[in-house]
Protein backbone atom coordinates (compact mmCIF):
# COMPACT_ATOMS: atom_id res chain seq x y z
CA UNK A 1 0.00 0.00 0.00
CA UNK A 2 2.33 2.41 1.01
CA UNK A 3 4.59 1.58 -2.36
CA UNK A 4 1.54 2.47 -3.98
CA UNK A 5 1.05 5.45 -2.44
CA UNK A 6 4.88 6.78 -3.16
CA UNK A 7 3.95 5.65 -6.91
CA UNK A 8 0.84 7.74 -6.74
CA UNK A 9 2.87 10.69 -5.79
CA UNK A 10 5.29 10.02 -8.42
CA UNK A 11 3.06 10.11 -11.23
CA UNK A 12 1.10 13.12 -9.71
CA UNK A 13 4.37 15.77 -9.12
CA UNK A 14 5.60 14.64 -12.90
CA UNK A 15 2.20 15.12 -14.10
CA UNK A 16 2.24 18.45 -12.45
CA UNK A 17 5.07 18.99 -13.78
CA UNK A 18 4.04 18.68 -17.24
CA UNK A 19 1.28 20.57 -16.84
CA UNK A 20 3.39 23.59 -15.15
CA UNK A 21 6.11 23.65 -18.47
CA UNK A 22 3.06 22.96 -20.70
CA UNK A 23 1.44 26.42 -19.01
CA UNK A 24 4.48 28.21 -18.83
CA UNK A 25 5.41 27.16 -22.66
CA UNK A 26 1.26 28.19 -23.81
CA UNK A 27 1.65 31.61 -22.17
CA UNK A 28 4.70 32.37 -23.30
CA UNK A 29 3.62 31.39 -26.83
CA UNK A 30 0.31 33.20 -26.19
CA UNK A 31 2.65 36.12 -24.80
CA UNK A 32 4.47 36.17 -27.96
CA UNK A 33 1.70 36.09 -30.18
CA UNK A 34 0.33 39.09 -28.34
CA UNK A 35 3.78 41.09 -28.39
CA UNK A 36 4.31 40.04 -32.08
CA UNK A 37 1.14 41.64 -33.41
CA UNK A 38 0.52 44.48 -30.88
CA UNK A 39 4.31 45.71 -29.96
CA UNK A 40 6.25 44.02 -32.38
CA UNK A 41 10.08 44.62 -31.82
CA UNK A 42 13.45 44.46 -33.48
CA UNK A 43 14.47 40.74 -33.20
CA UNK A 44 17.86 39.83 -34.24
CA UNK A 45 16.98 38.48 -37.18
CA UNK A 46 15.20 41.77 -38.17
CA UNK A 47 18.10 43.44 -37.72
CA UNK A 48 20.35 41.37 -39.56
CA UNK A 49 17.88 41.26 -42.54
CA UNK A 50 17.85 45.04 -42.68
CA UNK A 51 21.26 45.92 -42.06
CA UNK A 52 23.66 45.29 -44.88
CA UNK A 53 26.24 42.20 -44.58
CA UNK A 54 28.76 43.48 -47.64
CA UNK A 55 31.52 45.23 -45.80
CA UNK A 56 34.92 44.09 -45.19
CA UNK A 57 38.62 45.19 -43.67
CA UNK A 58 42.01 45.23 -44.81
CA UNK A 59 45.78 45.97 -43.35
CA UNK A 60 45.21 49.53 -43.47
CA UNK A 61 41.46 50.06 -43.96
CA UNK A 62 39.14 49.30 -41.14
CA UNK A 63 35.91 49.37 -43.28
CA UNK A 64 35.65 48.42 -47.29
CA UNK A 65 33.26 46.45 -49.62
CA UNK A 66 33.48 42.56 -49.88
CA UNK A 67 34.73 41.26 -52.93
CA UNK A 68 32.60 39.25 -55.46
CA UNK A 69 29.38 39.97 -53.94
CA UNK A 70 26.49 39.06 -56.51
CA UNK A 71 23.03 40.23 -56.40
CA UNK A 72 22.35 41.02 -52.84
CA UNK A 73 19.09 42.16 -51.97
CA UNK A 74 18.57 44.66 -49.55
CA UNK A 75 15.50 45.88 -47.49
CA UNK A 76 16.22 49.28 -45.91
CA UNK A 77 15.34 49.45 -41.70
CA UNK A 78 13.09 52.29 -42.56
CA UNK A 79 11.10 49.68 -45.31
CA UNK A 80 11.95 52.77 -47.69
CA UNK A 81 13.45 51.31 -50.31
CA UNK A 82 14.90 47.73 -51.24
CA UNK A 83 17.90 47.26 -53.55
CA UNK A 84 20.27 45.28 -55.10
CA UNK A 85 24.15 45.31 -55.03
CA UNK A 86 27.11 43.72 -56.68
CA UNK A 87 30.84 43.78 -56.46
CA UNK A 88 33.13 43.15 -58.89
CA UNK A 89 36.70 40.96 -57.90
CA UNK A 90 38.34 44.14 -56.59
CA UNK A 91 35.72 44.72 -54.25
CA UNK A 92 33.99 48.08 -56.08
CA UNK A 93 30.23 48.33 -57.22
CA UNK A 94 29.06 47.08 -60.16
CA UNK A 95 31.18 45.39 -63.33
CA UNK A 96 34.51 44.29 -63.96
CA UNK A 97 36.81 47.29 -64.03
CA UNK A 98 40.48 46.55 -65.89
CA UNK A 99 43.92 48.32 -64.08
CA UNK A 100 44.68 48.19 -68.09
CA UNK A 101 42.70 51.46 -69.24
CA UNK A 102 41.40 50.60 -72.83
CA UNK A 103 42.60 52.68 -75.84
CA UNK A 104 40.32 55.52 -76.28
CA UNK A 105 38.69 55.56 -72.88
CA UNK A 106 38.29 58.81 -70.55
CA UNK A 107 38.17 57.00 -67.26
CA UNK A 108 36.92 58.78 -63.93
CA UNK A 109 36.88 57.61 -60.32
CA UNK A 110 34.53 58.56 -57.85
CA UNK A 111 35.92 58.95 -54.07
CA UNK A 112 33.45 59.31 -51.16
CA UNK A 113 30.89 57.17 -48.86
CA UNK A 114 27.74 55.69 -48.90
CA UNK A 115 25.97 58.86 -50.57
CA UNK A 116 28.55 58.20 -53.51
CA UNK A 117 27.89 54.53 -53.15
CA UNK A 118 24.46 54.64 -53.90
CA UNK A 119 22.77 53.50 -50.46
CA UNK A 120 18.94 52.73 -51.44
CA UNK A 121 18.92 52.67 -55.33
CA UNK A 122 20.29 50.28 -57.57
CA UNK A 123 23.68 50.81 -59.59
CA UNK A 124 21.75 51.49 -62.65
CA UNK A 125 20.37 54.54 -60.86
CA UNK A 126 23.59 55.71 -59.27
CA UNK A 127 24.84 59.04 -59.93
CA UNK A 128 27.96 57.38 -61.18
CA UNK A 129 26.27 55.55 -63.58
CA UNK A 130 23.91 58.53 -64.37
CA UNK A 131 27.16 60.64 -65.40
CA UNK A 132 28.59 57.85 -67.05
CA UNK A 133 25.45 57.00 -69.62
CA UNK A 134 25.22 60.73 -69.83
CA UNK A 135 28.89 61.61 -71.37
CA UNK A 136 28.61 58.41 -73.66
CA UNK A 137 25.39 59.59 -74.79
CA UNK A 138 27.36 63.54 -75.46
CA UNK A 139 30.30 61.67 -76.90
CA UNK A 140 28.08 59.79 -79.66
CA UNK A 141 25.81 62.61 -80.71
CA UNK A 142 28.78 65.08 -80.99
CA UNK A 143 30.82 62.20 -83.05
CA UNK A 144 33.88 61.18 -80.55
CA UNK A 145 35.93 58.22 -80.68
CA UNK A 146 35.87 58.50 -77.05
CA UNK A 147 34.20 55.64 -74.07
CA UNK A 148 33.63 57.13 -70.55
CA UNK A 149 33.94 55.27 -68.00
CA UNK A 150 33.05 55.70 -64.52
CA UNK A 151 34.71 53.70 -61.25
CA UNK A 152 32.33 53.88 -58.85
CA UNK A 153 34.68 53.94 -55.50
CA UNK A 154 32.29 54.86 -52.82
CA UNK A 155 33.16 52.45 -49.81
CA UNK A 156 35.33 51.05 -51.39
CA UNK A 157 38.00 53.48 -50.53
CA UNK A 158 36.48 53.59 -46.90
CA UNK A 159 33.91 55.71 -45.47
CA UNK A 160 35.94 59.23 -45.43
CA UNK A 161 38.62 61.69 -46.48
CA UNK A 162 41.91 59.61 -44.86
CA UNK A 163 40.76 56.01 -46.03
CA UNK A 164 39.94 57.92 -49.28
CA UNK A 165 43.27 59.06 -49.31
CA UNK A 166 44.75 55.63 -48.64
CA UNK A 167 42.58 53.92 -51.04
CA UNK A 168 44.34 55.94 -53.76
CA UNK A 169 47.70 55.39 -52.95
CA UNK A 170 47.17 51.55 -52.61
CA UNK A 171 44.62 51.04 -55.34
CA UNK A 172 43.11 53.98 -57.11
CA UNK A 173 45.59 55.47 -58.88
CA UNK A 174 46.12 52.09 -60.45
CA UNK A 175 43.23 52.61 -63.01
CA UNK A 176 45.06 55.37 -64.30
CA UNK A 177 41.79 58.03 -64.21
CA UNK A 178 41.57 61.01 -65.83
CA UNK A 179 39.62 63.01 -63.80
CA UNK A 180 39.32 62.03 -60.14
CA UNK A 181 36.14 63.25 -58.21
CA UNK A 182 36.03 63.13 -54.80
CA UNK A 183 32.49 64.07 -53.13
CA UNK A 184 32.86 65.79 -49.73
CA UNK A 185 29.75 65.21 -47.62
CA UNK A 186 30.81 68.01 -45.16
CA UNK A 187 29.08 66.75 -41.55
CA UNK A 188 30.12 63.14 -42.07
CA UNK A 189 33.26 63.33 -43.27
CA UNK A 190 34.60 65.67 -40.46
CA UNK A 191 32.83 63.94 -37.57
CA UNK A 192 33.84 60.25 -38.93
CA UNK A 193 37.40 61.74 -39.49
CA UNK A 194 37.76 62.41 -35.66
CA UNK A 195 36.48 58.45 -34.63
CA UNK A 196 39.73 56.97 -36.84
CA UNK A 197 43.72 56.42 -35.45
CA UNK A 198 46.74 56.47 -37.84
CA UNK A 199 48.25 53.66 -36.94
CA UNK A 200 51.21 54.20 -39.66
CA UNK A 201 51.70 57.39 -41.95
CA UNK A 202 53.60 58.37 -44.85
CA UNK A 203 56.74 60.64 -45.16
CA UNK A 204 53.96 63.44 -45.89
CA UNK A 205 53.14 62.59 -42.54
CA UNK A 206 49.50 61.68 -43.82
CA UNK A 207 47.76 58.21 -43.11
CA UNK A 208 49.09 55.02 -44.46
CA UNK A 209 47.06 52.75 -41.95
CA UNK A 210 43.98 53.61 -39.96
CA UNK A 211 42.15 51.85 -37.59
CA UNK A 212 38.20 52.75 -36.25
CA UNK A 213 38.08 53.98 -32.45
CA UNK A 214 34.69 52.42 -32.59
CA UNK A 215 33.70 50.52 -35.44
CA UNK A 216 34.83 46.95 -36.75
CA UNK A 217 33.16 44.55 -39.33
CA UNK A 218 31.91 41.27 -37.99
CA UNK A 219 30.04 38.67 -40.47
CA UNK A 220 30.17 41.45 -43.13
CA UNK A 221 28.38 44.03 -40.89
CA UNK A 222 29.42 47.18 -40.01
CA UNK A 223 29.06 47.04 -36.01
CA UNK A 224 29.87 49.99 -33.00
CA UNK A 225 32.34 48.33 -30.65
CA UNK A 226 30.97 50.22 -27.69
CA UNK A 227 27.20 50.03 -28.70
CA UNK A 228 26.63 46.32 -29.10
CA UNK A 229 22.94 45.56 -28.22
CA UNK A 230 23.76 42.75 -25.23
CA UNK A 231 20.06 41.49 -25.95
CA UNK A 232 21.26 40.04 -29.69
CA UNK A 233 23.66 38.17 -27.63
CA UNK A 234 21.69 36.20 -25.89
CA UNK A 235 20.54 32.60 -28.36
CA UNK A 236 16.77 32.34 -28.77
CA UNK A 237 15.63 34.54 -26.47
CA UNK A 238 17.19 37.50 -29.13
CA UNK A 239 14.63 36.06 -32.16
CA UNK A 240 11.49 36.20 -29.97
CA UNK A 241 9.55 39.73 -29.66
CA UNK A 242 8.51 38.89 -25.92
CA UNK A 243 12.10 38.53 -24.88
CA UNK A 244 13.19 41.40 -26.17
CA UNK A 245 10.13 43.71 -24.52
CA UNK A 246 11.57 41.63 -21.44
CA UNK A 247 15.03 42.36 -21.88
CA UNK A 248 13.89 45.98 -22.64
CA UNK A 249 12.35 46.88 -19.80
CA UNK A 250 14.92 44.93 -17.44
CA UNK A 251 17.44 47.92 -19.17
CA UNK A 252 15.44 50.71 -17.37
CA UNK A 253 13.99 48.66 -14.57
CA UNK A 254 17.55 46.82 -13.29
CA UNK A 255 20.16 48.52 -14.89
CA UNK A 256 22.67 47.08 -12.37
CA UNK A 257 21.59 43.20 -13.28
CA UNK A 258 21.72 44.34 -17.37
CA UNK A 259 25.75 45.97 -16.16
CA UNK A 260 26.47 42.27 -14.79
CA UNK A 261 24.74 40.54 -17.88
CA UNK A 262 26.99 42.85 -20.49
CA UNK A 263 30.30 42.17 -18.07
CA UNK A 264 29.66 38.43 -18.59
CA UNK A 265 29.36 38.91 -22.18
CA UNK A 266 32.55 40.69 -22.30
CA UNK A 267 31.44 43.99 -22.93
CA UNK A 268 33.57 47.07 -23.14
CA UNK A 269 32.95 49.64 -20.83
CA UNK A 270 34.12 53.34 -20.70
CA UNK A 271 34.33 54.02 -24.76
CA UNK A 272 36.22 57.11 -25.88
CA UNK A 273 34.46 60.07 -26.39
CA UNK A 274 32.60 60.27 -29.94
CA UNK A 275 31.14 63.90 -30.99
CA UNK A 276 27.54 63.56 -31.62
CA UNK A 277 25.32 65.02 -34.91
CA UNK A 278 23.87 66.97 -31.80
CA UNK A 279 27.21 69.03 -31.10
CA UNK A 280 28.56 68.92 -34.99
CA UNK A 281 25.32 70.55 -36.26
CA UNK A 282 25.48 73.73 -34.86
CA UNK A 283 28.64 73.83 -35.26
CA UNK A 284 29.50 73.60 -38.60
CA UNK A 285 26.75 75.67 -39.17
CA UNK A 286 28.28 78.41 -37.99
CA UNK A 287 32.08 77.85 -38.40
CA UNK A 288 33.81 80.66 -36.45
CA UNK A 289 36.66 80.33 -33.58
CA UNK A 290 34.11 82.03 -31.48
CA UNK A 291 31.52 79.72 -32.21
CA UNK A 292 30.67 78.77 -28.37
CA UNK A 293 28.68 75.71 -29.73
CA UNK A 294 32.12 74.43 -31.56
CA UNK A 295 34.19 72.14 -29.30
CA UNK A 296 37.91 71.89 -30.00
CA UNK A 297 37.76 68.65 -31.94
CA UNK A 298 35.42 69.70 -34.49
CA UNK A 299 37.77 72.75 -35.36
CA UNK A 300 40.31 70.42 -35.42
CA UNK A 301 38.77 67.96 -37.86
CA UNK A 302 38.06 70.69 -40.43
CA UNK A 303 41.77 71.38 -40.51
CA UNK A 304 42.21 67.94 -40.52
CA UNK A 305 39.88 67.50 -43.40
CA UNK A 306 41.66 70.23 -45.67
CA UNK A 307 45.04 69.07 -45.46
CA UNK A 308 43.77 65.43 -46.58
CA UNK A 309 42.21 67.49 -49.41
CA UNK A 310 45.18 68.95 -50.37
CA UNK A 311 47.65 66.18 -49.89
CA UNK A 312 44.86 64.05 -52.22
CA UNK A 313 44.91 66.87 -54.85
CA UNK A 314 48.61 66.12 -54.88
CA UNK A 315 48.47 62.57 -55.22
CA UNK A 316 46.39 62.80 -58.22
CA UNK A 317 48.08 65.82 -60.11
CA UNK A 318 51.26 63.79 -59.58
CA UNK A 319 49.11 61.28 -61.08
CA UNK A 320 48.99 63.79 -64.23
CA UNK A 321 45.25 63.74 -63.63
CA UNK A 322 42.01 66.32 -63.30
CA UNK A 323 41.26 66.56 -59.61
CA UNK A 324 37.38 68.19 -58.33
CA UNK A 325 35.85 67.92 -54.89
CA UNK A 326 31.69 68.19 -54.97
CA UNK A 327 30.14 69.73 -51.86
CA UNK A 328 26.91 67.81 -51.66
CA UNK A 329 24.06 68.79 -49.74
CA UNK A 330 22.95 67.45 -46.05
CA UNK A 331 19.19 66.99 -46.57
CA UNK A 332 17.90 68.79 -43.09
CA UNK A 333 20.04 71.62 -44.36
CA UNK A 334 18.26 71.29 -47.97
CA UNK A 335 14.81 70.88 -46.56
CA UNK A 336 15.47 73.80 -44.12
CA UNK A 337 16.54 76.48 -46.81
CA UNK A 338 13.72 75.16 -49.11
CA UNK A 339 11.71 75.88 -47.12
CA UNK A 340 12.38 79.50 -46.63
CA UNK A 341 13.92 80.13 -50.22
CA UNK A 342 13.39 83.67 -51.66
CA UNK A 343 14.96 85.47 -54.50
CA UNK A 344 18.19 87.12 -52.57
CA UNK A 345 18.64 84.64 -50.70
CA UNK A 346 22.50 84.21 -50.22
CA UNK A 347 23.43 80.76 -50.45
CA UNK A 348 26.89 81.65 -50.71
CA UNK A 349 27.14 82.43 -46.75
CA UNK A 350 25.91 78.95 -45.87
CA UNK A 351 28.28 76.87 -44.20
CA UNK A 352 29.93 74.66 -44.17
CA UNK A 353 30.10 75.08 -47.61
CA UNK A 354 31.69 78.23 -47.61
CA UNK A 355 34.42 77.00 -45.34
CA UNK A 356 35.56 74.37 -47.71
CA UNK A 357 34.75 76.40 -50.54
CA UNK A 358 36.66 79.24 -49.82
CA UNK A 359 39.65 76.85 -49.24
CA UNK A 360 39.16 75.05 -52.31
CA UNK A 361 39.72 78.09 -54.49
CA UNK A 362 42.64 79.18 -52.23
CA UNK A 363 44.01 76.33 -53.23
CA UNK A 364 43.06 76.46 -56.69
CA UNK A 365 40.84 72.91 -56.81
CA UNK A 366 38.45 72.72 -58.40
CA UNK A 367 35.16 72.63 -56.85
CA UNK A 368 30.96 72.43 -57.16
CA UNK A 369 29.00 73.10 -54.76
CA UNK A 370 25.41 71.08 -54.91
CA UNK A 371 23.65 73.43 -52.24
CA UNK A 372 22.16 76.40 -54.55
CA UNK A 373 20.44 73.16 -57.07
CA UNK A 374 19.58 70.85 -54.18
CA UNK A 375 18.45 73.33 -51.39
CA UNK A 376 15.36 74.12 -53.45
CA UNK A 377 11.57 74.52 -52.85
CA UNK A 378 10.67 70.38 -53.39
CA UNK A 379 14.64 69.54 -51.65
CA UNK A 380 12.17 66.78 -50.52
CA UNK A 381 11.72 65.28 -53.96
CA UNK A 382 15.72 64.08 -53.76
CA UNK A 383 16.21 62.13 -50.44
CA UNK A 384 14.59 59.26 -48.86
CA UNK A 385 12.11 60.71 -46.08
CA UNK A 386 13.88 59.16 -42.86
CA UNK A 387 16.73 57.37 -44.44
CA UNK A 388 18.39 61.16 -45.35
CA UNK A 389 20.17 59.09 -48.43
CA UNK A 390 19.63 60.57 -52.00
CA UNK A 391 16.80 58.74 -53.95
CA UNK A 392 16.08 57.74 -57.35
CA UNK A 393 15.54 61.20 -58.50
CA UNK A 394 18.09 62.83 -56.09
CA UNK A 395 20.80 60.25 -57.66
CA UNK A 396 19.65 61.73 -61.47
CA UNK A 397 19.88 64.83 -60.14
CA UNK A 398 23.15 65.17 -59.27
CA UNK A 399 24.52 63.06 -62.14
CA UNK A 400 23.44 65.52 -64.45
CA UNK A 401 24.64 68.16 -62.55
CA UNK A 402 28.17 66.79 -62.53
CA UNK A 403 27.88 65.33 -65.84
CA UNK A 404 27.26 68.91 -67.12
CA UNK A 405 30.33 70.39 -64.75
CA UNK A 406 32.68 67.85 -66.38
CA UNK A 407 31.58 68.24 -70.32
CA UNK A 408 31.47 72.18 -69.83
CA UNK A 409 35.30 72.40 -67.44
CA UNK A 410 37.26 69.53 -69.06
CA UNK A 411 35.41 68.33 -72.35
CA UNK A 412 35.15 70.94 -74.97
CA UNK A 413 35.05 68.71 -77.85
CA UNK A 414 31.88 67.35 -76.50
CA UNK A 415 28.52 69.43 -76.89
CA UNK A 416 25.60 69.06 -74.56
CA UNK A 417 21.99 68.68 -75.64
CA UNK A 418 20.37 71.90 -75.03
CA UNK A 419 17.29 70.14 -74.04
CA UNK A 420 19.16 68.49 -71.24
CA UNK A 421 20.67 71.95 -69.66
CA UNK A 422 16.46 73.29 -69.95
CA UNK A 423 15.52 70.69 -68.24
CA UNK A 424 17.98 70.85 -65.32
CA UNK A 425 17.59 74.65 -64.99
CA UNK A 426 21.67 74.66 -65.84
CA UNK A 427 23.22 77.66 -66.93
CA UNK A 428 26.77 76.44 -67.82
CA UNK A 429 28.08 80.04 -68.47
CA UNK A 430 26.90 80.98 -64.70
CA UNK A 431 26.58 77.86 -62.52
CA UNK A 432 29.67 76.10 -63.86
CA UNK A 433 32.57 77.92 -65.16
CA UNK A 434 35.52 77.53 -63.05
CA UNK A 435 37.38 80.62 -61.43
Known sequence: MQEKSKTLI???????????????TFSILVGEYIVRHTLPQNTYNFARLRGMNIFDSTETLPITLQKDVKDYDHIAYTLEFRHKVDTNSQGIRGREISLEKPQNTYRILLLGDSMTFGWGVNEEETFAKVLENNLNTWSKESNLDT???VINAGFTGGKTLDSYYVFLNEMGLKYKP???????????DVTDLLEMNWDEVDERGLPHKITSKFQ???DGYIVNIYQKN?????PVVRNTHLGILLMSAMEKGSPNTVKKIKKSLGFQENPPKSISQEEAVPCLSNITATNTSCVAEILQGIEKSKTLIAGINDLVTQN????????????????????????GYKLEEEQPQREFRDFLNDKKIANLDFLKFMAVKNSQDYYFERDGHFNVPGHKRTGNLLSAFIAQNYLPTVTINQEFLKENQINPSIDFALK
Open 320 to 343: QSAFIVTILTDPQQAKSIGRQIED
Open 216 to 218: STE
Open 147 to 149: NFE
Open 10 to 24: KHATIIGLVISLLTF
Open 178 to 188: DLVVLNLFPYN
Open 230 to 234: WIYEI
